[in-house]
Each structure stands twice: as structure tokens, then as C-alpha cells.
């Protein structure tokens, strides 16, 4: 149901019976609910956050319009809440591996969207207790190398901890 909310959703037209403010709402409580019921990450988790983007159709003349999306900040914020049960999980799903490069990686740019900016996503790093995810001594090694390098390119890193 949150896939159909989320398609009608991204519609420019408004023809639907329910309003576009109700479909919203209807896709939170579904992510929302989802979360609080689900212990690790998987991409069911993933596709219900993406189905929470609003979309707003701006008209750009002659009868065109262009589409913009918007993560509401309760999508973002049950997503940031549901981190506390998997960041491990989190953290290997955002090492993006060059193509067909071996051992060159990047960080994916969504937690720089869900932290607002790179800054936030670090600052959001470092309040988190490296004894208690196995995985974040080693990211943070690997975040440092990729920072150093403007978050533009892919860097070579050998991970010991995080699966590639």
C-alpha cells in the first residue's frame, strides 16, 4: 500500500480521492510501524523511507512542469531513530566500491542527505560508541580517508571488518 501511496503520490495529477497530505501520512505510519517492528536493516526498510518523498510539481511554462522531492524530516527522523538497532548494517550498505576498480571505495551520498551535510553525518559518527558496533572503528578510519579527498572521489582502503 505504500508503494501505491507513493506512486500516486509522485502524480501530477490530483484526481485521487484521498489528498496528497493523507498519502503522506498513510506512508509514514507504514514506515513508521515497519521500524518499530523490524530489528535489522533489509531493503524493505530502504523502500518504505524512499516512499515517504513528497513530490511537488513546479510549473516551468508552456504548459511543463518539473518534479522536485522532498524527505519529510519525520521520514528522516524514524530512519535515524531505526540506526540505533543496525548501524553496522547501515554502515557496510553505504561503501560504495568503484566499478571495476578493486579496493577503491566511496561513501554513497545518502547519509550526507539524511544528516543534512557531510558535517552532520561525521558529527552523528562520532557520538556513536565504537565498543558496541563492530563496524564503526573501521568506517570512521575509512570516512577520514574519503573526507580528506573532498567526499569527490573514490579512495583505495583495505577493509579487515566491514564485508566488500
Do not use: N
Given at each position: 500500500e505504500a508503494d501505491l501511496a507513493r506512486h500516486i503520490n509522485h502524480s501530477h495529477r490530483d484526481s485521487f480521492p484521498l489528498q496528497k497530505k493523507e498519502l503522506n501520512?498513510?506512508?509514514?505510519?507504514y514506515f513508521n510501524k515497519y521500524c518499530k517492528e523490524q530489528k535489522t536493516l533489509n531493503n524493505q526498510v530502504y523502500r518504505l523511507f524512499h516512499d515517504c518523498k513528497e513530490t511537488e510539481w513546479i510549473p516551468k511554462g508552456n504548459s511543463t512542469y518539473t518534479?522536485?522531492?522532498?524527505?519529510p524530516l519525520e521520514a528522516k527522523n524514524i530512519l535515524q531513530d531505526f540506526m540505533e538497532k543496525d548501524l553496522d548494517g547501515f554502515l557496510v550498505s553505504w561503501v560504495q566500491a568503484e566499478g571495476f576498480k578493486e579496493k577503491s571505495y566511496s561513501v554513497s551520498t545518502f547519509p550526507?542527505?539524511?544528516?543534512?551535510?557531510?558535517?552532520?553525518f561525521e558529527n552523528y559518527l562520532e557520538k556513536q560508541d565504537v565498543d558496541k558496533w563492530k563496524n564503526l572503528s573501521e568506517f570512521k578510519k575509512?570516512?577520514?580517508?574519503f573526507k580528506a579527498k573532498d567526499f569527490m572521489v573514490y579512495v583505495?582502503?583495505?577493509f579487515?571488518?566491514?564485508?566488500?
Open positions: 501520512k498513510i506512508c509514514l505510519e518534479s522536485q522531492e522532498t524527505i550526507r542527505d539524511l544528516f543534512g551535510d557531510w558535517a552532520g575509512f570516512f577520514s580517508v583505495p582502503f583495505e579487515q571488518t566491514i564485508p566488500r
